[in-house]
Nanobody, 124 residues
Framework: QVLLQESGGGLVQAGGSLRLSCTTS????????MGWFRQAPGKEREFVAA????????YYGDSVKGRFTISRDNAKNTVNLQMNSLKPEDTAVYYC?????????????????WGQGTQVTVSS
């Protein structure tokens, strides 16, 4: 069992930045590739970013490319999502998730552990 806990969400003005963090329990963090997804009210959950086991590969959704950066620190069992140039359409609940696909995955169906989510609200 891997427990994931997100933090760092909040309210920010358009153009601002936020840094989300996801910490994990246990000593198996480096066995999982990690991803971030988001879900806005009335919409399906959307892929945001993913990072491979040791961080050598990263993937981004088209809507966040060039603005968001995913990173991980295996020594601290943490994955981060730096979000810059935020837009109102980035408003959503953001979830971190863990997958056994070593390079990560863009599909939420491939993720086996999920955090509770953290709210990000971007005002215009």
């Amino acid at each position: 069992q891997v427990l994931l806990q997100e933090s760092g969400g909040g309210l920010v003005q358009a153009g601002g930045s936020l840094r989300l963090s996801c910490t994990t329990s246990g000593r198996t963090f480096s066995s999982y590739a990690m991803g971030w997804f988001r879900q806005a009210p009335g919409k399906e959950r959307e892929f945001v970013a993913a990072i491979s086991l040791i961080g050598g590969r990263t993937y981004y959704g088209d809507s966040v490319k060039g603005r968001f950066t995913i990173s991980r620190d295996n020594a601290k069992n943490t994955v981060n999502l730096q979000m810059n140039s935020l837009k109102p359409e980035d408003t959503a609940v953001y979830y971190c998730a863990a997958t056994t696909f070593i390079y990560g995955s863009l599909s939420e169906r491939d993720y086996v552990y999920w955090g509770q989510g953290t709210q990000v609200t971007v005002s215009s």
